[in-house]
């Protein structure tokens, strides 16, 4: 779904006001040559990220999604790489911690999120489009993606990077942009 049930009720009291909002951001990984093998210790060129074409704005991104009131961040993340790509994942840790710029949505909404990025790992599913949010889903080598904003593409090299701590974005941010 599109927008969150919650957010449309928000929205109807604040109209296009900008919205504080937390979000989970899947970097959905395998081997390209082995999918179900750990992607533990695997170098970028052995890997593959999944990505969706939006339909709202025409650009290719990670799994993203804003989390419901009560969530946990990583079921979030979860729950959107099955709607969005119709994938089951492992959600491995968290590698990402940042704020985005304000955003000003197609349909004039303005919001600003929280993004938790989380590192995953792709358990099943073909990968194919789930919802009226994209038009394509692909897999693409992470050493090789297509056009996207930066912002989305650094998510994508934090997962990758596998290091242990997660990354807090304090006093700089990815420049990007509009959404």
Request: some cysteine; overall charge negative; aromatic content about 6%.
């Amino acid at each position: 779904m599109p927008i969150p049930p919650f957010v449309v009720e928000l929205r109807e009291k604040i109209g296009h006001a900008t919205l504080w909002l937390p979000g989970s951001s899947a970097i959905v990984l395998r081997r390209m040559d082995a999918p179900n093998a750990s992607i533990d210790g695997a170098a970028p060129e052995e890997l593959e990220v999944l990505l969706v074409l939006r339909s709202d704005n025409g650009n290719w991104a990670p799994i993203t999604g804003i989390v419901d009131p009560g969530e946990h961040p990583a079921e979030a993340a979860r729950r959107e790489a099955m709607e969005e790509a119709q994938v089951e994942i492992k959600v491995e840790r968290l590698t990402l911690l940042s704020v985005t710029e304000q955003v000003t949505h197609v349909n004039g909404d303005q919001a600003q999120y929280l993004d938790l990025t989380f590192r995953c790992r792709w358990l099943s599913g073909e990968g194919a489009v789930g919802d009226d949010e994209s038009t394509r889903v692909e897999w693409y080598p992470v050493t090789d993606l297509p056009p996207m904003r930066e912002d989305l593409a650094y998510r994508i090299r934090s997962a990758v990077a596998g290091g242990p701590e997660c990354e807090l974005l304090e006093g700089r941010q990815i420049r990007t942009a509009s959404a």
